[in-house]
C-alpha cells in the first residue's frame, strides 16, 4: 500500500513519489486571475454608471414626482447586490475557463484551486477598487485643502474674528458686538433714533440672549424699553411683547435643534444600512466568483 496510487483520482499515498511527481509550475494562473478582475472591474463600473443613470431618470425636483426616496434605496441596493453578481460572476468563470489546465491532481484539489482563484479575482478587484476610490478621495482632498487656503490667506482677519465670536457664543461668553451695546447702552432709547440701528441692537440682544439659555432681566428691562420708544406701546404692553417673541424665538431655536438632529440620526442610520448592504453585497461577491470559477474550470477541463 505504500506504493498504491489511484488512477482515476491519481493520488499518491507515498510521500515521496508525491513530491516527485509535484509540478513545478505554479497552482495560481495569475495570468487568467488578473484577466478576470479586470473584466469584473469594467463590467462593475458599466453597471453602475447604469444605475446611477437609472436612479437620476428616476429622480425628480418637483413634488410629488419620480420615485420616493425609499424606493431609491431599496433600487440602489438591488443594483448593487445584482452588479456583484453579474460582474464578479463573469470574472470568475472567465478566470476559470482561462486558466491552465491542470494534469495528475485530485478532482478535491482542482475543484479547491478554482475556487481559490474565483477568490483571488474577486479580492484583487476589490483592492484596485479601493486604491482608485481612496486616489480619487485623497486628490479630491488635496484639491478642497488647497482652495480653503487660498480662501482663508485672503479673508483671514474676518475669519478669526467670526470663529472667536463664535467660539463664544457656544461657550456661554459675549460676543463683542454684544458688550458694546452694553458698554454704549443708554437708560432711556431714543425714540428718534435710527429705526435700523434699534433692530440691530435688538437681534443682538436676542440672540446673545439664545446662545446662553436665557434672557436676563437687565436686557429684559432695555427691550421692553426699546420696544416702547419705537412703537409707542404702554411698558406693560412692550414687556408682554418682549416676553412673548423670545419664547417664540427659543421654541424655534429648539424646534431649528430637534430638526437638526433628526436629520443627522437619519443621516446616520441610512449611511449604517448603506455599508452594511455593500458588505453583504461583497460577500456575495466572493461567493459568486468563487463558485462560477470552478464552473468555468469544469468546462475548461470538460468535467461533467
Given at each position: ?132 476610490v481612496g486616489s ?13 487656503a487660498t480662501i ?153
Amino acid at each position: 500500500m505504500e506504493n498504491a496510487t489511484s488512477a482515476g483520482n491519481s493520488y499518491v499515498s507515498n510521500p515521496a513519489l508525491a513530491r516527485a511527481n509535484e509540478s513545478p509550475a505554479s497552482a495560481v494562473s495569475w495570468a487568467a486571475i488578473i484577466a478576470g478582475a479586470v473584466i469584473a472591474s469594467a463590467v462593475s463600473f458599466m453597471l453602475l454608471a447604469g444605475g446611477a443613470g437609472l436612479g437620476f431618470v428616476s429622480m425628480s425636483p418637483w413634488s410629488g414626482e419620480g420615485a420616493s426616496a425609499t424606493t431609491l434605496g431599496i433600487g440602489a441596493v438591488v443594483w448593487m447586490i445584482l452588479t456583484h453578481i453579474v460582474a464578479y460572476g463573469l470574472g470568475g468563470y472567465l478566470a476559470g475557463r482561462l486558466r491552465t489546465k491542470w494534469v495528475g491532481i485530485h478532482t478535491d484539489e482542482t475543484y479547491f484551486r478554482d475556487t481559490a482563484h474565483g477568490f483571488l479575482v474577486w479580492a484583487l478587484s476589490a483592492v484596485v477598487s479601493a486604491i482608485v476610490v481612496g486616489s480619487a478621495l485623497m486628490s479630491a482632498a488635496a484639491g478642497t485643502a488647497k482652495a480653503g487656503a487660498t480662501i482663508a490667506a485672503g479673508t483671514g482677519a474676518a475669519a478669526t474674528a467670526a470663529a472667536g465670536q463664535a467660539m463664544q457664543a457656544n461657550q456661554g461668553g459675549m460676543p463683542t458686538e454684544y458688550v458694546a451695546d452694553l458698554l454704549l447702552r443708554g437708560e432711556q432709547p431714543n425714540p428718534a433714533g435710527d429705526p435700523g440701528a434699534a433692530r440691530a441692537e435688538v437681534g443682538r440682544i436676542v440672540a446673545a440672549s439664545l446662545a446662553r439659555g436665557e434672557l436676563n432681566p437687565e436686557d429684559r428691562g432695555y427691550l421692553a424699553r426699546v420696544v416702547a420708544a419705537q412703537t409707542g406701546a404702554d411698558p406693560a404692553t412692550a414687556e408682554k411683547r418682549v416676553d412673548d417673541v423670545v419664547a417664540r424665538a427659543r421654541q424655534a431655536a429648539q424646534q431649528a435643534e430637534q430638526t437638526a438632529r433628526q436629520a443627522a440620526d437619519t443621516a446616520r442610520k441610512a449611511a449604517a444600512a448603506f455599508a452594511l448592504w455593500a458588505f453583504a453585497a461583497m460577500l456575495i461577491g466572493a461567493f459568486v466568483a468563487s463558485w462560477m470559477a470552478t464552473v468555468g474550470g469544469r468546462s475548461r477541463d470538460d468535467i461533467v
